[in-house]
């Protein structure tokens, strides 16, 4: 089984910019995609960023340009930064991991193991 364990959330201004981690220690984290997914009060679900083992990274179209997710596989953690906040990008802020067919942000159904959660204040 995977822990994710997420950190560095809080509140910023709109424009601000904000890193979340999110720690696996898992002794095969080279071999785990991780995806962050958020939601807001009131709204469903929304995938943000995918990794994959690689190192590739897929970003949804309303981060885009904005948002980058890294990995350091020493310190089996990734890490999602962000930049240009919006009040929109209000939200919980969840890490997912596992060894998913595909690794993605579009499918949370793909992700057994899942964080607490950070949660992401951005006031205008």
């Known amino acids: 089984e995977l822990y994710p364990v997420e950190s560095g959330g809080g509140s910023v201004q709109a424009g601000g910019t904000m890193t979340v981690s999110c720690k696996v220690d898992e002794w095969d984290f080279r071999s785990v995609c991780l995806a962050w997914f958020r939601q807001a009060p009131g709204k469903a679900r929304e995938g943000v960023a995918a990794?994959?083992?690689?190192?590739?990274?897929k970003y949804a179209d309303s981060v885009k340009d904005r948002f980058t997710l890294s990995r350091d596989n020493g310190g089996k953690t990734a890490y999602l930064h962000m930049n240009s906040l919006k009040s929109e990008d209000t939200a919980m802020y969840y890490c997912?991991?596992?060894?998913?067919?595909?690794?993605?942000?579009?499918?949370?159904?793909?992700?057994?193991?899942w964080g607490q959660g950070t949660q992401v204040s951005v006031s205008q």
């Open positions: 990794i994959d083992t690689d190192g590739s990274v």
């Open positions: 997912a991991a596992d060894r998913p067919f595909s690794c993605t942000y579009r499918d949370a159904g793909q992700y057994s193991y």
